[in-house]
């Protein structure tokens, strides 16, 4: 397998406030950490709490600067069709697309949040795509445990990572072969261009 810096498949994520208690230390950092440790894959994370802060992260996110972090994490509260910025800022996946406005060619965009994908058409998520220029959009259609869903989401980045040809198709077939039933239970979805 190539180096991840050669397939341009490390992570810029933007992580949201998961709680208002600045004692809560709960955070996918360390799961960024992980994959960096026993993957090589790198990364970039920023905290996000307001709408500026996450429309400026999401703009420089497709700079040319940042072309090797070919996966955008944005982990986040969510809701059906939504994430949450904030307390009480939503933004959804139609307003997201606008900001990126086809500038996220090659790249896949997960949502690590809470129900973002459910009730999603093919017609919405093709959409989507085609908005954003993206490779593939991946995410949850259920409210989900923090610790299996970031489990998952480890996994879900680290099999991307095995694939020169063809990866999107590989990547779902494999995590379906392999961990099929937490996948069921989480709702965990991907969609991408074929």
Same mark, same amino acid.
């Given at each position: 397998m190539k180096s991840t810096k050669n397939l341009n498949r490390n992570i810029f994520c933007?992580? #949201?406030n998961w709680s208002n208690d600045l004692k809560?230390?709960?955070s996918i950092h360390a799961a960024l950490e992980f994959l960096k440790c026993n993957a090589d894959i790198d990364f970039i994370r920023k905290d996000c709490s307001t709408i500026e802060q996450?429309?400026?992260l999401l703009k420089t996110s497709l700079q040319k600067g940042y072309k090797k972090f070919g996966i955008l994490y944005l982990a986040f509260h969510g809701s059906e069709g939504k994430i949450h910025i904030g307390n009480r800022t939503k933004?959804?996946?139609?307003s997201i697309a606008l900001i990126m406005d #086809?500038?996220?060619i090659g790249k896949v965009i997960h949502f690590g949040s809470c129900s973002t994908l459910k009730n999603l058409t093919v017609w919405d998520l093709k959409r989507f795509l085609k908005r954003t220029g993206a490779l593939a959009v991946s995410g949850y259609t259920e409210d989900i445990d923090f610790i299996e869903s970031t489990v998952l989401d480890i996994l879900y980045f680290k099999k991307y990572q095995q694939y020169q040809r063809i990866p999107m198709l590989k990547t779902q077939r494999d995590m379906k072969q392999y961990y099929g039933k937490l996948i069921k239970e989480l709702g965990f979805k991907i969609w991408f261009k074929k």
């Open positions: 933007i992580e #949201g809560d230390k709960a996450f429309n400026l933004i959804d996946l139609d #086809g500038h996220a």
